[in-house]
């Protein structure tokens, strides 16, 4: 009976000593499995990031580029629509010539009057008045007519 019991006794041994040896392989490989998958997710977020990097730094020239094309675009606009250019095309292409110093003679209206007996101030300001009168001096209008005939 004793060698039975030695025998148990290290059979049970042997069962506990399998199953810390089996505890402790299955702890270093879940250990293992964290630490790897730390890694690996490390270095997809670094292959990430610079990706990322290199399309940002990609997009800061497209837009550089953009900047300056719409640069030339400001310049050409400009350019196209100079009143030299707009007279040139109107006078060789569309026949159409300058006009000569035009001159206008225009007043301003007189001021009311007040009549006699009532006091109240005098206004300067025409916002009752509707109608502007231009003064006619002969002399002043056949220059108008002779500026234009020439």
Do not use: Q
Not at 61 to 74: D, G, Q, S, T
Not at 100 to 113: D, M, Q, W
Request: include cysteine.
């Amino acid at each position: 009976m004793a060698r039975k019991r030695r025998k148990e006794v290290k059979y049970n041994n042997n069962y506990c000593n399998d199953k810390n040896i089996f505890f402790s392989c299955g702890l270093f490989l879940l250990l293992m499995f964290f630490i790897t998958s730390i890694t690996v997710f490390y270095i997809s977020n670094t292959i990430a990031l610079t990706e990322l990097g290199y399309k940002l730094i990609e997009l800061e020239n497209y837009k550089i580029k953009l900047v300056e094309e719409n640069k030339k675009l400001e310049l050409m606009v400009e350019t196209l629509s100079s009143l030299d250019r707009v007279e040139e095309i109107a006078c060789n292409h569309l026949g159409m010539i300058r006009p000569k110093e035009v001159n206008f003679i225009a007043s301003l209206p007189a001021s009311k009057i007040n009549p006699g007996g009532n006091i109240e101030v005098i206004s300067n300001n025409y916002e009752g008045e509707k109608y502007f009168w231009a003064s006619f001096d002969l002399k002043k209008v056949n220059e108008l007519i002779l500026s234009v005939l020439k």
